[in-house]
């Protein structure tokens, strides 16, 4: 297993002539994240005085509604999950340049790759099933569901590489299976290398955004190059 210092290296060799393509694949989604923010940030200050100035009031007395938490836990839910189909996609094809099965980033075609079949429901079920195990884990004590979470992390490669291989659907929890056996002794190597792009993430927040159509390719470059390096 590469040092993760040589997995970077190969990302940026990987990515070398490509940044354009790459910048113009993570196009939709940052755009989308950057409009997110937008609109968070327009509705937070009349949000912030209405909770302050106009109590709301549930069965006679002074509260918050709980509707409004289910609406917000329903909303981070679906946004969650749309940047999961959009962060595998970008994973599946960098992992497909690196292995020479793919020359040309189609940036715009292959941003939805993850919408359309096999692929789509598949996404949508892991999505839920690793949330849930992840969660679940978490009721236990914050560190437990964060070693699930990096146990669960290469289920989506997984899926993904035994379609293309063998032209089969895998089962979901086989996949999620699998996925933790791959990350027996590697899960702390991830770990390390997501906590060496906190400042690269630092920097992109400060631009508002958009450095975000720079790092994400180098980011999802690196760990399909970590995927490709696990020993199968």
């Excluded at 699998?178 to 390390?192: E, I, P, V």
């Amino acid at each position: 297993m590469k040092s993760n210092a040589e997995l970077k290296m190969e990302a940026k060799q990987m990515l070398q002539g490509r940044w354009k393509e790459s910048i113009l694949l993570c196009l939709v989604p940052t755009l989308l994240g950057i409009l997110a923010i937008a609109i968070a940030l327009i509705l937070l200050i009349p949000l912030f005085i209405m909770l302050r100035d106009l109590p709301t009031y549930v069965d006679g007395s002074m509260g918050v509604s709980s509707d409004g938490g289910g609406s917000g836990s329903g909303g981070s839910f679906v946004s969650s999950l749309l940047g999961t189909y959009f962060t595998v996609a970008i994973g599946w094809t960098f992992l497909d340049v690196l292995r020479g099965r793919k020359v040309v980033i189609e940036s715009f075609r292959d941003i939805f790759r993850g919408f359309r079949s096999p692929y789509a429901l598949a996404i949508f079920v892991l999505y839920f099933l690793t949330t849930l195990f992840t969660t679940l884990w978490s009721l236990l004590f914050v560190i437990p569901g964060i070693i699930k979470a990096y146990s669960y992390s290469q289920a989506y490669m997984i899926y993904y590489d035994t379609v293309e291989a063998t032209g089969e659907r895998p089962g979901y929890l086989d996949t999620i299976t699998a996925s933790r056996r791959l990350m027996d002794g590697h899960k702390g190597q991830l770990f390390l290398l997501d906590l060496s792009f906190i400042g690269w993430h630092l920097l992109a927040i400060a631009t508002l955004g958009i450095g975000y159509l720079w790092l994400t390719p180098y980011i999802e470059a690196t760990k399909a190059a970590f995927y490709d390096n696990l020993p199968k």
